[in-house]
């Protein structure tokens, strides 16, 4: 409708200037911006303004308007960004491009192929140069999320110092055992108000945030035991969420000017972030790295956590057999040791994998090339260009996994111990060989880790995550109390989750579950039980919750 009043407007002033002598002044700039305008739309006629013409790109191009390319696709599709992507790819294959105005021509692909070159073969010529960097500064400042070349190196080889294996040994008995216990008690509180549901996905983040905390500047933040609304996290979640509209949206600073209160929001969460580490850390270099390492190890662990649960709590048949294998395993101990987690709990160990599969906690990403190249299948791409992928459609793809691609299936991560003698695999773990296990075996083979490029969800090497281990420890530790100690059924009439869109994957509604008390085994290990009631009886200084545990 309005193009085509447009066109008329457009029609009755070209006819009116035909047939005059003489023009005003505005009207020579009318017809020459006229003139400008159809000569730009003659050029870039499916593609965004200042975008190279690729005639040699035809077959994986997505047509666009003319001067807009692909941003008003982009910006009207209603549904999730995600799913967007996941349904192009299916349509399309491995590879195809897409142009927007300002932030150039993007190539999509979908292939470990692709992952591994980019991320591994030509690493120095895709890196994440002004797509994150300019973004998002105002939020991750100069930290090692957005920082590139020499300046990641540096964090990179200074962030790397904080993983070690007596860092872990230490977590898993101490602060994972810790916070898991805190949350029981938060079940506990809420099944003895009548058996009140309880938001899984808000208390992972609790418990993730204040075991972050804790462990890394010693900030009590004590969120899980604080009750109402929890300013931090609060003010952390609209930032994330607001950084992925940041990538998608070239014109985002428009946006937010246009979104009344948006700036100010904004704004008022960045000082949230100010404020609570500013008090504990002198500089704003300190800063930046606070809420990188506060981005990575909140809300990513928090959020496979509650993708998991859901996943167990849907499929009976894959919680039975975790059960199981705890049982056989930890024989009712509530001591989680370091190599029990990585090495003797195969099945779980898979579970959390699965979930990442699925579910990945940074579900797509891009980067920029530095010179002109040539990706695997020979399409050339040229400075400035953008390479995006989804570890969220690549989980998705059947080309890569399978036929059941989209089912969640641990076992397709086992492998018997005979295969893995023929085989000669290496397990992702990292951990010293332990010592021959004690305890029961489980029955459910061994963990085998998958190529590094067709399971992204950890990102590759030499930018693999660098919290690789420490979230599966806090995933595992978390889990093994949770399910050993109670049983978690969904409240009925929920929707099946969704993504929420955001740099992260959270679920877009609460997931609403009842957690009540599992009766009590007779092999239970009482030593351990005093250990951590102690604990949690100093720690959160609440008689009312502590007394809960007590009368178990
Ligand atoms: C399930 C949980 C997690 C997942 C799925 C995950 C995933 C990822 C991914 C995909 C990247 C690459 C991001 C990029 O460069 O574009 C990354 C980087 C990183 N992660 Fe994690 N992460 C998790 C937990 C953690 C935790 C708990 C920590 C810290 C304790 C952490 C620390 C880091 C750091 C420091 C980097 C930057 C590495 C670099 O750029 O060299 N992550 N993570």
Request: aromatic fraction near 8%; glycine fraction near 4%; charged fraction near 20%.
């Given at each position: 409708m309005a193009i085509l009043l447009l066109a008329i407007g457009v029609k009755r002033f070209l006819e009116r200037q035909m047939t005059k002598k003489h023009r005003s002044p505005l009207e020579y700039v009318a017809l020459t911006s006229l003139a400008l305008l159809v000569a730009a739309i003659a050029k870039y006629p499916n593609r965004a303004i200042f975008t190279r013409a690729r005639p040699?790109?035809?077959?994986?191009?997505?047509?666009?308007?003319?001067?807009?390319?692909?941003?008003?696709q982009?910006?009207?599709?209603?549904e999730n960004p995600l799913i967007v992507l996941n349904k192009a790819f299916q349509k399309r294959g491995d590879i195809y491009t897409i142009t927007v105005p300002y932030r150039g021509r993007f190539f999509l692909v979908n292939h470990p192929m692709y992952i591994e070159y980019i991320l591994k073969t030509n690493f120095n010529n895709y890196i994440k140069g002004t797509v994150f960097g300019d973004q998002l500064r105002d939020i991750l400042g100069n930290g090692i999320f957005v920082s590139d070349q020499d300046a990641w190196r540096f964090h990179r080889k200074?962030?790397?110092?904080?993983?070690?294996?007596?860092?872990?040994?230490?977590l898993c008995e101490g602060a994972f055992t810790d916070s898991a216990q805190d949350l029981c008690s938060i079940f506990d509180k809420a099944e003895s108000l009548g058996n009140q549901p309880v938001d899984l996905q808000q208390l992972f983040l609790r418990l993730t945030m204040d075991a972050f905390g804790k462990l890394t500047f010693g900030i009590e933040f004590n969120s899980l035991m604080t009750e109402g609304r929890n300013e931090f996290g609060d003010a952390f979640d609209y930032l994330t969420a607001n950084m992925d509209g940041r990538v998608v949206n070239p014109l985002w600073p428009i946006f937010d000017r246009l979104t009344p209160g948006k700036i100010r929001k904004v704004k008022k969460a960045i000082a949230v972030l100010d404020k609570e580490d500013g008090s504990v850390l002198s500089d704003l270099e300190l800063r930046?790295?606070?809420?990188n390492f506060m981005i990575a190890g909140r809300d990513t662990t928090a959020l496979t956590l509650t993708w998991q649960f859901y996943s167990l709590m849907a499929n009976p048949r894959i919680l039975k057999n975790v059960l199981k294998e705890l049982d056989i395993v930890l024989q009712g101990s509530n001591i989680y040791t370091y190599e029990t987690m990585m090495q003797e709990l195969p099945y779980l160990k898979a579970v959390f994998h699965e979930t990442l599969r699925l579910y990945p906690q940074v579900p797509r990403n891009a980067k920029e090339v530095v010179e002109d190249d040539v990706l695997p299948n020979g399409t050339v791409v040229y400075k400035g260009d953008l390479v995006g992928f989804s570890t969220y459609a690549m989980g998705r793809n059947r080309a890569v996994w399978g036929e059941d691609a989209e089912v969640f299936c641990p076992e397709r991560w086992l492998v018997d111990e005979e295969d893995?003698?023929?085989?000669?695999?290496?397990?992702?773990?990292?951990?010293?060989?332990?010592?021959p296990p004690l305890k029961g075996v489980s029955p459910f083979g061994k963990f085998k880790m998958e190529n590094q490029f067709k399971f992204n969800s950890f990102n590759a090497n030499p930018r693999l995550c660098l919290g690789q281990t420490f979230a599966t420890l806090e995933a595992m530790v978390t889990s093994c109390m949770l399910l050993q100690k109670f049983d978690f059924k969904l409240v009925p009439g929920q929707p099946v989750p969704e993504p929420k869109p955001s740099a992260t994957l959270p679920m877009l509604n609460p997931l609403m579950t009842i957690a009540t008390r599992k009766q009590l085994h007779h092999?239970?290990?009482?030593k351990s039980l005093t250990k951590t009631t102690t604990t949690t009886?100093?720690?959160?200084?609440?008689s009312s919750l502590s007394s809960s545990y007590i009368s178990v």
């Open positions: 040699d790109l035809k077959e994986i191009s997505v047509d666009g308007y003319p001067l807009f390319g692909n941003l008003i982009a910006l009207t599709n209603k200074t962030a790397s110092n904080i993983f070690t294996t007596k860092m872990y040994r230490q930046d790295v606070f809420v893995i003698a023929k085989q000669d695999v290496t397990t992702s773990s990292n951990a010293t060989p332990s010592t092999h239970h290990h009482h009886t100093t720690r959160s200084g609440d």
